[in-house]
């Protein structure tokens, strides 16, 4: 599976910004896709995922302000991301084939995109 990323950049903290990532060359399975991001000098940590089987998860700290969907006729993820802090500002990144997943966790992903900046200026 190759996943294709778009958009990122910069924006003033309170905007917005969509990502998307684009799957071909294999199968989602039912533990769908996620988004990850990372800070500089720090773990790769889950953000948001959608799953067949288990919905959506998003971590605490996006819950109510990022919104994540997945086109299945187009192949593309989408990250909608609104009100924007500081702190979301990191290198984003799609995955898919995680080894496992469950209605909280999302696991070892196998295919990742290649990352994009978000920077959120205050």
């Known amino acids: 599976v190759q996943l294709v990323q778009s958009g990122g950049g910069s924006v003033q903290a309170g905007g917005s910004m969509k990502l998307s990532c684009v799957a071909s060359?294999?199968?989602?399975?039912?533990?769908?896709q996620a988004w990850y991001r990372q800070v500089s000098g720090k773990e790769r940590e889950l953000v948001a995922f959608?799953?067949?089987?288990?919905?959506?998860y998003y971590i605490e700290s996006v819950e109510g302000r990022f919104t994540t969907s997945r086109d299945g006729d187009e192949d593309t993820l989408y990250l909608q991301m609104d009100n924007l802090k500081p702190e979301d500002t990191a290198v984003y990144y799609c995955?898919?084939?995680?080894?496992?997943?469950?209605?909280?966790?999302?696991?070892?992903?196998?295919?990742w995109g290649q990352g994009t900046q978000v920077t959120v200026d205050s």
């Open positions: 060359g294999g199968f989602i399975d039912d533990c769908g």
């Open positions: 959608v799953s067949r089987l288990y919905g959506k």
């Open positions: 995955a898919a084939g995680p080894a496992r997943c469950s209605r909280s966790s999302w696991i070892s992903p196998e295919y």
